[in-house]
């Protein structure tokens, strides 16, 4: 697939009663459209601009040859979840039960025309502005994810959370 690709996010809540069976139905899409379709757990991004970053991130790492993980959707996923170590980067994936999710597709306009239908089949679309916002409800979740400490917290801010976020999706790049 070459590189002059279009990028489209669609947020929404999904019911997942097997993860395994949800997967197979989103690569199904994605590879009868051509396009690559990543979903994350909504509830671990701290805001637009964490989500917007790891995926340019990812997407330079990419067009550099410097990505760890071969295939695009999981690179994505490593550095939206600021690990390094791609088994540890499916922490932030979608699971099992009931999911605010977001869902990064990459492609040629058209073909994500078609997979963006497909997908709003299976979800309960909502705006991304909605559901990516950093809320106070996301704190705990986000704290344990990013392994971000009281310490920072006192240092920095509460308010500063998302920008400590930003920061580990930072160090994604530099320690191999």
Do not use: W
Request: hydrophobic share 45%.
């Amino acid at each position: 697939m070459e590189m002059q690709r279009e990028i489209q996010v669609i947020c929404g809540t999904v019911s997942i009663p097997k993860l395994s069976d949800f997967l197979k139905t989103i690569n199904s899409i994605a590879s009868e459209n051509d396009v690559i379709i990543q979903g994350l757990n909504a509830d671990l991004i701290a805001g637009e601009r964490h989500l917007h970053y790891a995926l340019g991130k990812a997407l330079k790492a990419i067009a550099a040859g410097r990505n760890i993980a071969k295939d695009p959707g999981i690179e994505i996923m490593r550095y939206a979840s600021g690990e390094r170590q791609i088994e540890r980067s499916f922490s932030i994936g979608l699971h099992k039960g009931e999911n605010n999710a977001v869902f990064v597709l990459l492609g040629k306009m058209d073909n994500l025309v078609l997979a963006l239908s497909a997908l709003r089949k299976l979800i309960l679309e909502k705006p991304c502005s909605e559901l990516l916002a950093y809320s106070n409800s996301k704190k705990e979740k986000i704290l344990s994810q990013f392994g971000i400490s009281n310490a920072e917290i006192e240092a920095s801010g509460e308010e500063h959370i998302p920008e400590l976020v930003i920061e580990r999706v930072a160090l994604a790049d530099f320690v191999k």
